[in-house]
């Protein structure tokens, strides 16, 4: 059977509300950090990033706010639209010994109801 | 710009043999290309890390003599599944970097492969 861990969490949000997404991530080091979005048998989409250096940053509709005192990420998306069902994924840039790395965050699933 | 092919995007192999998966960077000169896998209802998993004209860095816990990884060029990363499994069935996705110096990291992601072992 499956366990914990394995489904991802669900935002089930009416058509033209906002959507708030959450993530936690786990280096404080990080110091760069970006939103994708991943629609079913697809690679990431790119919808917004943000530097280290910033708390707050604002693109069509959507808006990424950074906590790095807890080490929490944001999305907010205004007016969501049925479009924007798919499963949204945190990611953040770590240094490291070779080189930089993205590393990927649980994932959230927004379904959008009409 | 900044367009990453991957190809093939679904291929079904029988159990036992190998699956090569390319990556290529179509406009732009990649420095790191990354691969990840991705079971189903999961996040991305990175598995390994590759250089131009270098060894590749696996995570931990990722089989570098099952999933071997070639960077010749600064255009193409192939990842091969060497003696395929169920279980290495997956969505394996590449990503690729511009050289440093970029006016942000750019990592572009290509459009996966689906690998289904019977």
């Known amino acids: 059977g499956e366990s914990v861990g394995l489904h991802l969490p669900t935002l089930s949000v009416q058509e033209g509300d906002n959507s708030i997404i959450n993530c936690a991530y786990s280096n404080s080091a990080s110091d760069y950090f970006i939103w994708y979005k991943q629609e079913s048998g697809k690679g990431p989409q790119f919808i917004i990033d943000?530097?280290?250096?910033?708390d707050k940053r604002q693109g069509q509709r959507v808006t990424v706010l950074l906590n790095k005192t807890v080490k929490h990420l944001s999305l907010q998306i205004a007016a969501t639209q049925p479009g924007d069902s798919a499963v949204y994924f945190c990611?953040?840039?770590?240094?490291?010994?070779?080189?930089?790395?993205?590393?990927f965050g649980g994932g959230t699933r927004v379904l959008v109801k009409p | 710009g900044a367009v990453v092919s991957q190809h093939p995007s679904w291929v079904i192999c029988k159990s036992g043999t190998s699956v090569k998966i390319e990556c290529r960077s179509l406009?732009?000169?990649?420095?790191?290309m990354f691969w990840y896998r991705q079971f189903p209802k999961q996040s991305l998993m990175l598995m390994a890390t590759?250089?131009?004209?270098?060894?590749?860095?696996?995570e931990q816990g990722v089989e570098k003599d099952k999933f071997l990884i070639n960077h010749a060029s600064l255009t193409l990363s192939t990842l091969t599944v060497t003696s395929a499994h169920p279980e290495d069935s997956s969505f394996y996705i590449c990503?690729?970097?511009?050289?440093?110096?970029?006016?942000?990291?750019?990592?572009?992601f290509g459009s996966g492969t689906r690998l289904t072992v019977v």
């Open positions: 943000i530097r280290s250096n910033m």
């Open positions: 990503s690729a970097t511009k050289p440093p110096g970029q006016a942000y990291y750019g990592y572009t």
């Open positions: 406009d732009f000169q990649a420095t790191t």
């Open positions: 990611a953040e840039n770590m240094r490291g010994a070779a080189g930089n790395k993205l590393t």
């Open positions: 590759s250089n131009e004209g270098s060894k590749a860095t696996y």
